[in-house]
Structures are given as C-alpha cells and as structure tokens.
C-alpha cells in the first residue's frame, strides 16, 4: 500500500468495539507521533495516554466524542517549549506541532489497523481541569482509539474531496 493509499484509507471512526488496543501497536503509534517534525525540533509535545477506568470516565465527563474507545490519546503543547516567531507577534508553534504530532499518530494507527478520530470538540479549560493538567500543559486535540464496530462505513462526507484547482494555486 502506498502512503496515499494508507491517507485515503483512513477514516474518523465513531463507534468503537471496546476492543484494548495492543501495547505493540500502542507503542508503534506512539513512536510516531515522537519522531514528528516540531519547530526548531521543540518537541513541546506531550501525549498523554487514557487507559484506565478513571481517566477513561474523567475524559467521558468533559468530550462527549470519545465513542466507546479502548484508549484516547489527550494531545497537549507544553507553553514554556513552543517556538514563537520573532517577527509576527503572537503566532507560535504550539498547534501546528501538535497537529503534525496527532496526524502522525493517526496515520500510524492506520498502518497498524487501529482505528481512530481527530477530536476538536472539547472546552480545554475542563480537559486541563479534569486531567488535573500543569497550567503550562495546553489541550490541543483528542483521539480516541481502538477497533470499529462491525457495521461502522465512513461517512458520506469522507469521498467528497475538492476539485485539486479549488485547493491548489499554482503560480
């Protein structure tokens, strides 16, 4: 399968089986999100990794778009590791490392036949809270992980990919 075969294959997943995702492949996914590309390699990314009966209920209690995963991954910039451009003030790195962190997770997980969904969907101030997150730790994205249900398709909306001259201006 080549990597675009693999980025087409991959879709959000939001009805999971409860199946444990296998620390094999846990670690695999893992690793890549740790060799991702950060500005200035940074790596102000921190991952934490819900497994556990409580921290499962905790993260239920505050995203209500975990679906019955085995594992979520929480995906966090730490503020005081962010670069910040020196000549555009305000903008720095924090997102989009972590971006590159979560889809390199996702596509991993692919490769390694675990589903998942990029969750956006939350307020981060009860995700830091409930976590009981540092103050300098920032939520960014959610994964839920582990194994679709049998009857779980992509949406519609999956196929439906822009024209490349709607996104793509060459010059």
């Known amino acids: 399968m080549t990597?675009?075969?693999?980025?087409?294959?991959?879709?959000?997943?939001?009805?999971?089986?409860?199946?444990?995702v296998p620390k094999k492949k846990l670690n695999a996914i893992l690793e890549a999100g740790r060799v991702a590309p950060t500005a200035k390699n940074n790596q102000p990314q921190k991952v934490y990794v819900l497994q556990s009966r409580e921290a499962l209920e905790k993260i239920n209690g505050v995203c209500k778009c975990i679906y019955g995963a085995s594992t979520v991954l929480v995906v966090c910039y730490d503020s005081s590791l962010i670069w910040k451009?020196?000549?555009?003030?305000?903008?720095?790195?924090?997102?989009?490392?972590?971006?590159?962190?979560?889809?390199?997770?996702?596509l991993e997980a692919q490769n390694q036949g675990v589903n998942s969904?990029?969750?956006c969907f939350f307020n981060a101030k009860e995700v830091s809270e409930a976590l009981n997150l540092p103050e300098n730790i920032v939520p960014v994205s959610i994964m839920p992980l582990?194994?679709?249900?049998?009857d779980v398709v992509p949406t519609p909306l999956h196929?439906?990919?822009?024209?490349?001259?709607?996104t793509v201006i060459r010059m």
Request: overall charge negative.
């Open 3 to 20: 990597f675009t075969d693999l980025a087409r294959a991959r879709f959000s997943v939001r009805k999971f089986d409860g199946r444990p």
């Open 85 to 106: 451009n020196p000549i555009d003030e305000g903008v720095d790195s924090g997102r989009i490392d972590t971006s590159i962190v979560l889809t390199h997770m996702m």
């Open 146 to 150: 582990g194994f679709a249900c049998e």
């Open 159 to 166: 196929s439906q990919i822009r024209p490349e001259e709607e």
């Open 117 to 119: 969904c990029w969750v």
